[in-house]
């Protein structure tokens, strides 16, 4: 293979990777699809969630302390409080129990049908 052609490949390889992680698919775990939009964890105004920050800094926990609280990692908790990541029901009641809150409480968004 010549140096150009190598070179051409290279750059081939690069921006295939580029668009990869663009497209989302970089970091998530096989069969987990991408959260767009407000996430169900937060309210819709804002895409975060405040309750559960501000109910894990009232119990004096970090987001690493929480999370090892829960079986998750800091990443996760952090991802939730932001609103980019969708926890499951069994996550959600661990961090209700370890926060001493309800799922409505943390979770709940005001105004949402049932």
């Known amino acids: 293979m010549e140096k150009n052609e190598w070179i051409r490949e290279r750059e081939t390889i690069k921006m295939s990777a580029v668009s990869w992680a663009v497209s989302g698919s970089i970091g998530r775990r096989a069969g987990v699809a991408p959260v767009t939009g407000a996430s169900s964890t937060a309210p819709a105004k804002t895409g975060k969630n405040l309750r559960m920050k501000a109910a894990r800094v009232a119990a004096d926990l970090s987001q690493a302390d929480l999370a090892a609280a829960v079986?998750?990692?800091?990443?996760?908790?952090?991802?939730?409080?932001a609103g980019g990541?969708?926890?499951t029901l069994k996550l959600c009641i661990a961090i209700c129990?370890?926060?001493?809150?309800t799922l409505d409480d943390l979770f709940w968004?005001?105004?949402?049908a049932t």
């Not at 079986?71 to 409080?81: D, H, P, S």
């Not at 129990?97 to 809150?101: A, D, H």
């Not at 968004?109 to 949402?112: I, K, Q």
């Open 71 to 81: 079986g998750a990692t800091r990443q996760t908790i952090g991802l939730i409080e």
């Open 97 to 101: 129990k370890t926060l001493g809150c």
């Open 109 to 112: 968004e005001e105004g949402s």
């Open 85 to 87: 990541y969708n926890p």
